[in-house]
């Protein structure tokens, strides 16, 4: 059923207009809108058809939120506001999820115009307090009451790993990625690099999760890859308002997705057509020019942003493929029993089939990297500097007993989770909180130390690129893809040899600030200088793998590079969570290619510690990762 969604285009006054603009925010997203509507907004509307579920996978919804956006932010702040306001009375219960997507899209969108400059230091919320149906399968969630959640059980092999799948953190992270990177706001530089990297280091995570617990590394599922074969993994959410997969269910020929028929069929083609354009080097554009293939370009493609080259030729593969798997349960929208958690970004990575589905999006991704010609070199060295070392200590252990050098720890504690009522005002909801306790994975605080050495007369500025992996004998070409980027930060190198010290806590692929709204009032992490703090980073508390009680062996590498060559501009910096989310508002700053030195293919023949050990401004060592089995954390 599609509602009348109202957009409010006139000016009128704020009502707190002496409050400050960090407070106004979280009452755009924690307070219903107050008054009675007739008497708050005005007559002078603009009148949009919207359906009732909103999914960033759905580029037609996507086209309505980006005018949305448009008109939303053209206006003055306060009228703004208030036209947000007017936007959650109508539409903030039936369809909460665009309501948050077109609150975070305004404040991110005036944030980077210039034009709110209270935006420049405020904290937007966490997504699991704003969606807490999106995370937690709690069916009154104003409850003042504590609620212990359990993770999902079925039948399926994949179960042992629910609690890894559905971790708040990781559907956060995936959820807040796709707001700032989608069809419905300008293409961000070196977006399509960053969909093709981000999921390759999501499917390197989950594999290593996978096989610490016995279970093989995720094989493909897409046209040509069992998607003519029922589909053997079930799913069941327990998720208000979604809808569970029973196992062995079939890909029909077509999908209902929101009104819009999806043939299965043009999966098909346009995997054809991006298969012969990898073969020939070349996109073909819509005004028929030929566009050279870069992992940028190719990523826009797939992910089918507004980057995309040619959508008649290559289609809307991923986002299709998404809502096709998440209607399985009714692909003719017939029963209205709900839809799968596939079509929507802050659930999607619960469901097993995700990574399957992932695999096979990667799999032209890595067509592209294999048909890349090895780095020799002069792509590699580093001229006056060589890494001496590499190690790992771990400080604030349980026991004494426990070694601390090169040995890491990880546990599973009992997450608490906060929430309010969002029908009551601000003030009377934090009195009245709701606590969730949920099973998490964390790791016991540890350092990366390393050695170098410059043989020159001058300072250099280098970048460390730190990587993780599994030992394994495999050659190196069948394992690049399971190398984890761990850390990359920059340091100047004096002559002589100097040691840097890194934390986990500093690491440029996680986030390190928790934004929930307690926490944000209470100002706590106040201090961001980067102007609006949007959290989209890996969650740190799986920026390790789980590893097992007895232990398993883990290759720790890094690679010096010269900062000065490869940065952009030479003011620019790295910063937290910039390596799978990019900078709003600005450029990459890293010009390598993401996952350097693994993008490219290796030799079948050269194994890790070959490659390790000829690259003398790169080091490595064996770390041992231990999953301590009765850990307690609590204070």
Known sequence: MLRVLVIFLVGFTCIRSKESDQITVLRSF????????????????????????????????????????????????????????CL??????????????ILRGC???????????????????????????????????????SVSIPTSTNENPDSILAWWREDTGLGEHHCNWHYLNNYALPVKHREGDLFAYMHLQMLARYDMERIALGLPRVLPFGPGFGWDKPLSAGYNPKLKGFSFRPRNMQIGPRTIFQGEVIDTDRLTRNKHNLLNALARGYLEHTNGSLVKITMDVLGNTIEANKGNINQDLYGNIHNDGHNIIGSLPDPYMIYDVGIGVMT???????????????????HFFDIFRRSQEPYDSNDLYLKEIEVKSIGTISYDLPSATLKRSNRLYTFMERG?????????????SQKKPTYIYKDQLNHVPYKINITVNNSGDEDKQVVFRVFMALQTDEPLESWRDMFIELDKFVGTVPPGTTSFTRSDRQSSVAEQTHTTMDEILRNKNHDNNHGLLIKCGWPNRLLLPRSTTRGMYFDFYVI?????????HPEMELQDGASYCGIEGTKFADSRPMGFPFDRKFEDS????DFANIVPNSASTTVKIKFLENFDNSD
Not at 89 to 95: F, L, T
Not at 115 to 123: A, D, K, V, Y
Not at 606 to 609: L, N, P
């Open 30 to 85: 924690f307070e219903p809108s107050q008054g009675n509507t007739n008497d708050n907004c005005p007559s002078n509307v603009v009148i949009i058809r919207f359906a009732d579920y909103f999914s960033v996978f759905n580029e037609k919804k996507l086209k309505i939120a980006r005018n949305l956006l448009n008109n939303l932010v053209k206006l003055p702040n306060e009228d703004m506001m208030r036209s947000l306001a």
């Open 88 to 101: 959650k009375k109508y539409h903030g219960k039936n369809n909460p999820s665009l309501v948050d997507f």
């Open 107 to 145: 404040f991110i969108k005036k944030s980077l115009m210039k034009e709110f400059p209270g935006l420049t230091e405020i904290t937007l919320p966490n997504s699991y307090q704003t969606l807490p149906h999106y995370f937690f399968s709690v069916e009154n969630m104003s409850l003042n009451e």
């Open 344 to 362: 929507h970004a802050a659930t999607a990575p619960r469901d097993p089939v995700f990574f399957n589905w992932h695999k096979f999006i990667d």
């Open 416 to 428: 608490k989770y906060t929430f309010y009522d969002l029908t009551l005002p601000l003030e009377e």
């Open 560 to 568: 010096a590079t010269d900062w000065e060559k490869d940065r952009l």
């Open 606 to 609: 050269v194994t890790f510690s």
